[in-house]
């Protein structure tokens, strides 16, 4: 299992959400929504539900950010309710983030779910194109060891966007596989397809042009980038500063080691619009 335990940030967002019973209908909407149904969940915080899938009481755990589901239940809420949109200079709106990271059937994919690993090869793999099963996503113990270098409320909303954006490429028949090489000095990387902060509207993230100039399309890491960019930049101002703060460093150590081509882009530089 996954070191159990919440860093600083992972606190502040915890001390934002009601619990449970406060606020039934959000953890009931994030299950559903974002399909946490998977048994894998059970040990990791996400309680025993009987057939019929209603939590055993005195098994809810759902609220306990110490463990993966309950870190799971701060990136969604990040993901649900930090951007402010800002029209203008804001790259994608939130709802565009929203739909392309939850697990329904939308403009952006087909339906899939989140299974938990209790693994340490990486942070997260979405697996497409199943034969004769529903798609997944799993997230791993990176994602959640307390201390570690991913475990970030910022950076699992971003990479959960991220993941989301593997089952957009397979819905519109494009090759989800990562780059090497190149400007790329971690493990694995994508292309960065510069545009300006108004080229997409708002709600049309899940479009792409590839005859426009510049041309409109996304890899999985610029989705990941430009959420935290503007999370960085763009959130509301009860999100605590250690959250911006977060996504910001995550994002611009992602634009200096994820991308083939040279970027110049750094979270806090003005943007084209």
Same mark, same amino acid.
């Not at 335990?5 to 934002?16: E, I, T, Y």
């Not at 004769?132 to 966007?161: E, H, K, M, W």
């Not at 977060?246 to 081509?261: C, I, K, V």
């Given at each position: 299992?996954?070191? /159990?335990?919440?860093?600083?940030?992972?606190? #502040?967002?915890?001390?934002?959400?009601?619990?449970?019973?406060?606020?039934?209908?959000?953890?009931? @909407? #994030?299950? %559903?929504?974002? /399909?946490?149904?998977?048994?894998?969940?059970?040990? #990791?915080?996400?309680?025993?539900? /009987?057939?019929?899938?209603?939590?055993?009481?005195? &098994?809810?755990?759902?609220?306990?950010?110490?463990?993966?589901?309950?870190?799971? !239940?701060?990136?969604?809420?990040?993901? &649900? *309710? $930090?951007?402010?949109?800002?029209?203008?200079?804001?790259?994608?709106?939130? $709802?565009?983030?929203?739909? +392309?990271?939850? +697990?329904?059937?939308?403009?952006?994919?087909?339906?899939?779910?989140?299974?938990?690993?209790?693994?340490?090869?990486?942070?997260?793999?979405?697996? &497409?194109?199943? %034969? +004769? $099963?529903?798609?997944?996503?799993?997230?791993?113990?990176?994602?959640?060891?307390?201390?570690?270098?991913?475990?970030?409320?910022?950076?699992?909303?971003?990479? !959960?966007?991220?993941?989301?954006? =593997? =089952?957009?490429?397979?819905?519109?028949?494009?090759?989800?596989?990562?780059?090497?090489?190149?400007?790329?000095?971690?493990?694995?990387?994508?292309?960065?397809?510069?545009?300006?902060?108004?080229?997409? /509207?708002?709600?049309?993230?899940?479009?792409?042009?590839?005859?426009?100039?510049?041309?409109?399309? =996304?890899?999985? *890491?610029?989705?990941?980038?430009?959420?935290? +960019?503007?999370?960085?930049?763009?959130?509301?101002? @009860?999100?605590?500063?250690?959250?911006?703060?977060? #996504?910001?460093?995550?994002?611009? &150590?992602?634009?200096?080691?994820?991308?083939?081509?040279? %970027?110049?882009?750094?979270?806090?530089?003005?943007?084209?619009?």
């Amino acid at each position: 299992m996954c070191i /159990d335990g919440m860093g600083m940030v992972d606190l #502040a967002v915890n001390r934002l959400i009601p619990a449970p019973s406060q606020w039934p209908e959000f953890y009931d @909407w #994030a299950h %559903t929504t974002f /399909d946490l149904s998977d048994s894998s969940w059970t040990p #990791a915080g996400g309680g025993v539900r /009987d057939i019929f899938g209603q939590l055993i009481p005195g &098994t809810d755990e759902r609220w306990n950010g110490s463990k993966p589901y309950g870190k799971m !239940i701060h990136a969604i809420y990040l993901l &649900t *309710y $930090a951007l402010r949109d800002e029209y203008r200079p804001q790259w994608h709106a939130r $709802a565009d983030y929203l739909e +392309a990271a939850r +697990a329904t059937d939308n403009a952006y994919h087909g339906p899939f779910y989140l299974r938990f690993l209790s693994n340490s090869d990486g942070e997260a793999k979405a697996e &497409t194109g199943r %034969t +004769a $099963a529903r798609d997944r996503t799993n997230y791993q113990c990176p994602l959640f060891d307390v201390g570690g270098c991913s475990d970030d409320p910022a950076n699992r909303a971003s990479v !959960i966007a991220h993941e989301g954006w =593997h =089952h957009w490429q397979y819905k519109y028949r494009w090759v989800g596989t990562h780059l090497t090489g190149g400007k790329i000095t971690q493990l694995e990387g994508d292309f960065y397809y510069r545009h300006n902060s108004g080229d997409f /509207d708002f709600g049309q993230l899940w479009k792409y042009d590839l005859n426009s100039r510049p041309m409109r399309f =996304h890899s999985p *890491y610029q989705i990941a980038v430009e959420f935290d +960019a503007d999370l960085a930049e763009f959130s509301f101002g @009860w999100i605590p500063i250690s959250i911006a703060q977060s #996504a910001r460093a995550f994002g611009n &150590t992602r634009l200096g080691s994820q991308f083939f081509n040279a %970027t110049s882009y750094r979270i806090g530089d003005p943007r084209p619009f």
